[in-house]
Nanobody, 121 residues
Framework: HVQLVESGGGLVQAGGSLSLSCAAS????????MCWYRQGPGNQREVVAI????????RHTDSVKGRITISRDNAKNTVYLQMDSLKPEDTAVYYC??????????????WGQGTQVTVSS
């Protein structure tokens, strides 16, 4: 059973912070790497950050390095995205999914509803 529930988005001014959460079903979370994606207006979905199954490795896309951090709690089947120093270009719908750690390709075709992040200038 594939279930992904993202939460924590909202409207924030540039320079502000948000903390996103993604609760996944065990079938998704398991020992898989987990990835946060985003899709901005008129853009394709892109990888933001990815974390290995044990949580000891993370990768972040260049545009968010130093501002956004991915983490996970395997006891809670939850992956987090701490977003600081937000910029208007971070505005997007944020999604999570299990993924291949090396290329960020999602392992499941099912997606949650996402959570909207809007950063005003």
């Amino acid at each position: 059973h594939v279930q992904l529930v993202e939460s924590g988005g909202g409207l924030v001014q540039a320079g502000g912070s948000l903390s996103l959460s993604c609760a996944a079903s065990r079938a998704v979370f398991n020992s898989n790497s987990m990835c946060w994606y985003r899709q901005g207006p008129g853009n394709q979905r892109e990888v933001v950050a990815i974390i290995s199954g044990t949580g000891n490795r993370q990768r972040h896309t260049d545009s968010v390095k130093g501002r956004i951090t991915i983490s996970r709690d395997n006891a809670k089947n939850t992956v987090y995205l701490q977003m600081d120093s937000l910029k208007p270009e971070d505005t997007a719908v944020y999604y999570c999914n299990a993924a291949n750690y090396l290329n960020g390709i999602s392992l499941f075709n099912s997606w949650g509803q996402g959570t909207q992040v809007t950063v005003s200038s």
